[in-house]
């Protein structure tokens, strides 16, 4: 189908890829995207887009069961996880990911235009300094083999691409203060409020003391920097990121101007603030949360072509050498059809954006830039141990977005020789994750208690809005043994390989569930919460330490299938992100981080992003 | 075979008396119609004429005597072996939008009756907050307490 040669053939249109295509045309190169999802999500006249859009939103509205990929299209031909085919125990091979175990996996992705960022919840944390230095400090896992000082810049162009809504001073924990972001600088965005449900936990809860093995720590809570639209920030005075051919740099360029809230993709005057929806995962309605749509609209569409329904299947390589050749991608025409063309997008340099889980796949399948064997290995995500319980008064939640304030207590310290780092988001929404409220406290009233009337709804009155729920987000360390791997007993509809994984949760991660449990414990008891947190044998990720058993849950974090090192004998990509195997071939995503930290990974994919946008630039401008 | 409007009034009086909503809120949320096409679909005729009537007779009694009507309502609308859980039903589709089959059985085999019953599903407002997704409330009113009019224990 296409025969032209393009400088860059980036596979996935996720925010990786998104930003990618916007600073490589910007820079004049010429772009081939390839998007295993459907056109219509790509849609770039504002009427189309908006159709599509809606679409989304009633099908979120009309299905019985609602989960993160809900409002998005299920298509056979590019099939995405469900966090619903999540079973208790393993092996099992129900779903799309093939699940032996021990434990299964529990999060998911989006193989659609814009990727996940479609259904992400958008807080977007920096991360420490020291998260980059995790053996050094800690003797657990790697080290970078970049420092957060080099990641600075790329931060800053992130946050710039994305549109933080952020309050810097407020941003003050172990190993994170004012430093960390250098003296003048200030968020796109003023701080979206934090909700009423916030203050509450506040009153008790900032300055509490709590002890754990000894050692007195004490909490704080802080208000949580997002990718969603707040009041501008008259203070801050980058306009855009541009690439500068005499320094051979990206730079965020400076204005006079105050900073421009990016609305929604069909109209820019929707979306312009946080309108309250409460329904950011899955899907914000007026698209004032950030999605990676945004960044690829601003793209230079005549250097730009996008392919979708475009499965890339196959990374080529020039017969006895070991340059990336082309991309072999299966066109489809119906998204449930068996049937396919193949075809080769072709390009000096290629970049694979298709998430920690498809990259992977796509290297294992084409055995491509595996030299070191840790194609698929160190898979990562945060484990998250819920608690939850009733607060003596009402604190109104199911209202604003899913986070407006954490707890950062627990990110750094030297306990984390011993066990997991963790952020502590206060939630917002009740017990929705864990219980599935409102919808089970009223079938419990009305099926088990058989309450009707007035006594039904004074009795959810005054319970459901009582419904406070805590996080603890635990840094999970790499593994080798926690993998993707490729079998041909798995293919798909279009016979791509399925993801099967093997999975566990070490004893540095159960260590730290008793310690958050404990935490939690102190906490609730100084705001007089009323514990309800069930763990049961039954649920799927439940674990057992010293006793006492938990359960975890996936954060959606997918993170280190493909890892940035050093050494080629130890990592697939470079600290540039380019294969050590192959000089055309890099990886962006999540997929390259060695260790995850205690930060919602996004922000950190994309200043990483950056940097190897930088990097190809650089490596085209020295080919020609 | 009732006619289509048969028992209409009497479906939304009863609707009243077992989700605690007046009727006038349960008209405003536009589903009345909805969710009585949904017991017809559902329901044979013949069950739906006696679960009717028993509710003509609790809601004449909650004229005179709430506290009787109650204790019928408990003993004749709620139990399990009262219309194969039909009350249950009633109360559920008001406050989750959704059809539950066998609530008394299978708890989780239900169906989300349409897009507009999830928006207007009355666990939302009993909770003091609104559907995620619909009905939003605006730029920050998060961070104070939910604005609304009281109208529980207010006789309209």
């Given at each position: 189908m296409t025969e032209k040669q393009y400088d860059v053939v980036v596979v996935g249109s996720g925010i990786a890829g998104a930003v990618l295509a916007k600073v490589l045309t910007q820079a004049g190169k010429e772009v081939l995207m390839l998007e295993a999802g459907l056109t219509a999500g790509m849609a770039l006249k504002p009427e189309e887009d908006y159709e599509n859009y809606q679409s989304y939103l009633?099908?979120?509205?009309?299905?019985?069961?609602?989960?993160?990929?809900?409002?998005?299209?299920?298509?056979?031909?590019?099939?995405?996880?469900?966090?619903?085919?999540?079973?208790?125990?393993?092996?099992?091979?129900?779903?799309?990911?093939?699940?032996?175990?021990?434990?299964?996996?529990?999060?998911?992705?989006?193989?659609?235009?814009?990727?996940?960022?479609?259904?992400?919840?958008?807080?977007?944390?920096?991360?420490?300094?020291?998260?980059?230095?995790?053996?050094?400090?800690?003797?657990?896992?790697?080290?970078?083999?970049?420092?957060?000082?080099?990641?600075?810049?790329?931060?800053?162009?992130?946050?710039?691409?994305?549109?933080?809504?952020?309050?810097?001073?407020?941003?003050?924990?172990?190993?994170?203060?004012?430093?960390?972001?250098?003296?003048?600088?200030?968020?796109?965005?003023?701080?979206?409020?934090?909700?009423?449900?916030?203050?509450?936990?506040?009153?008790?809860?900032?300055?509490?003391?709590?002890?754990?093995?000894?050692?007195?720590?004490?909490?704080?809570?802080?208000?949580?920097?997002?990718?969603?639209?707040?009041?501008?920030?008259?203070?801050?005075?980058?306009?855009?990121?541009?690439?500068?051919?005499?320094?051979?740099?990206?730079n965020l360029i400076t204005t006079d101007k105050n900073y421009e809230v990016v609305g929604a993709t069909w109209n820019s005057y929707t979306g312009e603030r946080c309108e309250g929806n409460a329904s950011c995962v899955p899907i914000c309605p007026v698209q004032a949360k950030y999605n990676a749509l945004k960044t690829l609209k601003k793209a230079d569409e005549s250097k730009l072509d996008i392919i979708t329904k475009a499965v890339a299947s196959r990374v080529l390589i020039e017969p006895g050498g070991t340059d990336v050749?082309?991309?072999?991608?299966?066109?489809?025409?119906?998204?449930?059809?068996?049937?396919?063309?193949?075809?080769?997008?072709?390009?000096?340099?290629?970049?694979?954006?298709?998430?920690?889980?498809?990259?992977?796949?796509?290297?294992?399948?084409?055995?491509?830039?595996?030299?070191?064997?840790?194609?698929?290995?160190?898979?990562?995500?945060?484990?998250?141990?819920?608690?939850?319980?009733?607060?003596?008064?009402?604190?109104?939640?199911?209202?604003?977005?899913?986070?407006?304030?954490?707890?950062?207590?627990?990110?750094?310290?030297?306990?984390?020789?011993?066990?997991?780092?963790?952020?502590?988001?206060?939630?917002?929404?009740?017990?929705?994750?864990?219980?599935?409220?409102?919808?089970?406290?009223?079938?419990?009233?009305?099926?088990?208690?058989?309450?009707?009337?007035?006594?039904?709804?004074?009795?959810?009155?005054?319970?459901?809005?009582?419904?406070?729920?805590?996080?603890?987000?635990?840094?999970?360390?790499?593994?080798?043994?926690?993998?993707?791997?490729?079998?041909?007993?798995?293919?798909?509809?279009?016979?791509?390989?399925?993801?099967?994984?093997?999975?566990?949760?070490?004893?540095?991660?159960?260590?730290?569930?008793?310690?958050?449990?404990?935490?939690?414990?102190?906490?609730?008891?100084?705001?007089?919460?009323?514990?309800h947190t069930i763990y049961s044998p039954t649920e799927a990720d439940y674990v057992t330490w010293d006793g006492q058993g938990y359960t975890f849950r996936g954060a959606g974090h997918i993170v280190g299938t493909h890892r940035m090192g050093s050494s080629?004998?130890?990592?697939?990509?470079?600290?540039?992100?380019?294969?050590?195997?192959?000089?055309?071939?890099y990886l962006v995503g999540c997929g390259n981080m060695p260790t995850l930290g205690t930060s919602n990974p996004t922000l950190t994919m994309t200043a990483m992003t950056y940097q190897a946008a930088e990097s190809i630039l650089k490596q085209l401008e020295s080919n020609n | 075979m009732t006619n289509s409007t048969e028992h209409f009034d009497t479906f939304l009086a009863i609707s009243a008396w077992l989700t605690g909503y007046e009727p006038v809120e349960l008209q405003g949320t536009g589903m009345v119609q909805t969710y009585y096409s949904t017991l017809r679909e559902n329901i044979t005729a013949i069950d739906l004429d006696a679960f009717f009537a028993e509710s003509d007779f609790i809601l004449a009694k909650a004229q005179t005597d709430v506290d009787a009507a109650k204790v019928r309502t408990a003993s004749h609308l709620m139990q399990n072996s009262s219309f194969n859980s039909l009350g249950k039903q009633i109360i559920l589709m008001w406050y989750i939008g959704q059809w539950f089959a066998d609530p008394s059985g299978d708890p989780n085999n239900s169906v989300q009756i349409n897009a507009q019953s999830y928006v207007e599903a009355l666990m939302w407002p009993t909770a003091d907050t609104h559907p995620p997704g619909a009905k939003e409330p605006g730029f920050g009113s998060w961070a104070v307490k939910p604005v609304s009019v009281d109208t529980f224990n207010v006789t309209l």
């Amino acid at each position: 189908m296409t025969e032209k040669q393009y400088d860059v053939v980036v596979v996935g249109s996720g925010i990786a890829g998104a930003v990618l295509a916007k600073v490589l045309t910007q820079a004049g190169k010429e772009v081939l995207m390839l998007e295993a999802g459907l056109t219509a999500g790509m849609a770039l006249k504002p009427e189309e887009d908006y159709e599509n859009y809606q679409s989304y939103l009633q099908r979120f509205y009309e299905t019985t069961i609602k989960a993160t990929n809900t409002p998005y299209p299920e298509i056979k031909d590019a099939p995405s996880i469900s966090v619903l085919e999540i079973q208790p125990q393993t092996p099992y091979e129900t779903g799309y990911m093939v699940q032996l175990g021990p434990l299964p996996f529990g999060s998911d992705c989006l193989r659609a235009p814009g990727g996940t960022t479609l259904h992400w919840l958008g807080n977007v944390p920096r991360m420490l300094p020291n998260d980059f230095q995790m053996k050094t400090l800690y003797d657990q896992g790697v080290d970078w083999p970049i420092c957060y000082d080099d990641l600075m810049r790329y931060y800053e162009m992130a946050e710039n691409e994305i549109g933080v809504a952020g309050d810097v001073d407020s941003q003050q924990g172990p190993d994170m203060s004012r430093s960390n972001y250098g003296p003048d600088y200030v968020f796109p965005m003023d701080k979206i409020p934090q909700s009423y449900q916030d203050q509450v936990w506040i009153k008790s809860t900032n300055g509490l003391d709590v002890s754990l093995y000894g050692k007195t720590y004490t909490v704080n809570c802080i208000s949580m920097p997002q990718g969603r639209n707040s009041t501008p920030n008259n203070d801050y005075r980058y306009a855009d990121t541009v690439w500068d051919p005499a320094s051979q740099s990206l730079n965020l360029i400076t204005t006079d101007k105050n900073y421009e809230v990016v609305g929604a993709t069909w109209n820019s005057y929707t979306g312009e603030r946080c309108e309250g929806n409460a329904s950011c995962v899955p899907i914000c309605p007026v698209q004032a949360k950030y999605n990676a749509l945004k960044t690829l609209k601003k793209a230079d569409e005549s250097k730009l072509d996008i392919i979708t329904k475009a499965v890339a299947s196959r990374v080529l390589i020039e017969p006895g050498g070991t340059d990336v050749a082309g991309i072999m991608y299966k066109a489809y025409t119906d998204p449930d059809s068996i049937e396919y063309t193949p075809h080769i997008a072709k390009g000096k340099i290629y970049v694979l954006a298709c998430s920690a889980i498809e990259n992977a796949k796509l290297l294992l399948a084409s055995n491509v830039a595996n030299s070191s064997d840790q194609v698929g290995r160190n898979l990562m995500d945060h484990l998250v141990l819920l608690t939850w319980g009733l607060l003596p008064e009402k604190g109104y939640p199911y209202r604003g977005p899913g986070c407006t304030t954490y707890i950062p207590t627990f990110r750094d310290g030297e306990f984390r020789k011993d066990f997991a780092a963790w952020i502590s988001p206060i939630d917002n929404w009740g017990w929705s994750w864990p219980t599935f409220a409102p919808g089970s406290d009223v079938t419990n009233a009305v099926i088990n208690n058989a309450m009707f009337g007035k006594d039904l709804r004074s009795h959810l009155n005054a319970d459901v809005p009582r419904q406070t729920l805590l996080h603890f987000e635990c840094e999970q360390a790499p593994c080798a043994d926690n993998r993707i791997t490729i079998s041909e007993k798995y293919k798909d509809h279009l016979d791509n390989y399925r993801p099967v994984i093997e999975y566990d949760a070490s004893d540095y991660m159960r260590k730290s569930f008793k310690a958050a449990k404990h935490v939690s414990d102190q906490i609730f008891a100084a705001n007089n919460i009323e514990d309800h947190t069930i763990y049961s044998p039954t649920e799927a990720d439940y674990v057992t330490w010293d006793g006492q058993g938990y359960t975890f849950r996936g954060a959606g974090h997918i993170v280190g299938t493909h890892r940035m090192g050093s050494s080629a004998s130890e990592s697939v990509v470079d600290k540039n992100q380019r294969t050590w195997d192959h000089q055309n071939l890099y990886l962006v995503g999540c997929g390259n981080m060695p260790t995850l930290g205690t930060s919602n990974p996004t922000l950190t994919m994309t200043a990483m992003t950056y940097q190897a946008a930088e990097s190809i630039l650089k490596q085209l401008e020295s080919n020609n | 075979m009732t006619n289509s409007t048969e028992h209409f009034d009497t479906f939304l009086a009863i609707s009243a008396w077992l989700t605690g909503y007046e009727p006038v809120e349960l008209q405003g949320t536009g589903m009345v119609q909805t969710y009585y096409s949904t017991l017809r679909e559902n329901i044979t005729a013949i069950d739906l004429d006696a679960f009717f009537a028993e509710s003509d007779f609790i809601l004449a009694k909650a004229q005179t005597d709430v506290d009787a009507a109650k204790v019928r309502t408990a003993s004749h609308l709620m139990q399990n072996s009262s219309f194969n859980s039909l009350g249950k039903q009633i109360i559920l589709m008001w406050y989750i939008g959704q059809w539950f089959a066998d609530p008394s059985g299978d708890p989780n085999n239900s169906v989300q009756i349409n897009a507009q019953s999830y928006v207007e599903a009355l666990m939302w407002p009993t909770a003091d907050t609104h559907p995620p997704g619909a009905k939003e409330p605006g730029f920050g009113s998060w961070a104070v307490k939910p604005v609304s009019v009281d109208t529980f224990n207010v006789t309209l």
